[in-house]
């Protein structure tokens, strides 16, 4: 087996300072895509992988310990059942106010603000439930990945 | 609909296919596969699919990638060609 160690980006500089520059616009334009996903191209899966891509390229430039300093794996392991908990949690709460399953036009009972303001609302709730599953498994995909499944180094 | 582009770059992604499945090197393989999947997300973009595109650009393109070439790293070659 090679050594994973010779593969790493190392003291780069240039590498180092472009990640440092470019992480924060890249989660920026991840939040604006999930956001906007009902108005626009986009939405919560491709706003996730661009969140989760950011973390990963904060594994490749500073190392996979620097990336779980800012998203540690218990916040990693609360995000990736909070996701799905909020896209079930919104649809069974659509059914318990007498509408169907993600009928989000139901909610208009627990607040409101009219059945098709709730409707395109819900879809946005949806969306972030979606966004915030994809991002953490891309993430946690990429640690296995990359360290054969013990998730302290690699790549 | 510009049937000279979709040709052009349906030509591309043919090449690129024939070549990520012929290639001996791995990483080679995957770095071309990423260029697969960017033409295929200029197709799409090109033919009007706008949110398949932005999927393919992040997940194909960009992500999945990434994970090719981080579990290549954790392969050996056993044959010494």
Known sequence: MRDISEHTAGEDLIIKTSVRLMVPFIQVFGLYVIVHGHYSPGGGFQGGVILGASFILLALAFGMKTSQEYMTIHVNAVFNNLGPAIFIGVGVLCALFGGLFLDYSALDKLIPLGPVEWRSFGIFLIEVGVGVAVMSIMVLLYWNLSSGGAMDEGL | ?81
């Open chain 2, 1 to 81: 609909m510009i049937w000279q582009i979709d040709l052009m770059i349906l030509t591309l992604v043919v090449v690129c296919a024939l070549v990520a499945i012929n290639i001996k090197d791995l990483l080679g393989a995957s770095v071309v596969f990423g260029i697969y999947s960017f033409l295929m997300c200029l197709l799409w973009a090109e033919m009007g699919a706008v949110d398949v595109a932005f999927t393919e650009a992040t997940v194909g393109a960009g992500v999945s990638t990434i994970f090719f070439i981080a579990a290549i790293l954790r392969t050996t070659r056993r044959s010494k060609d």
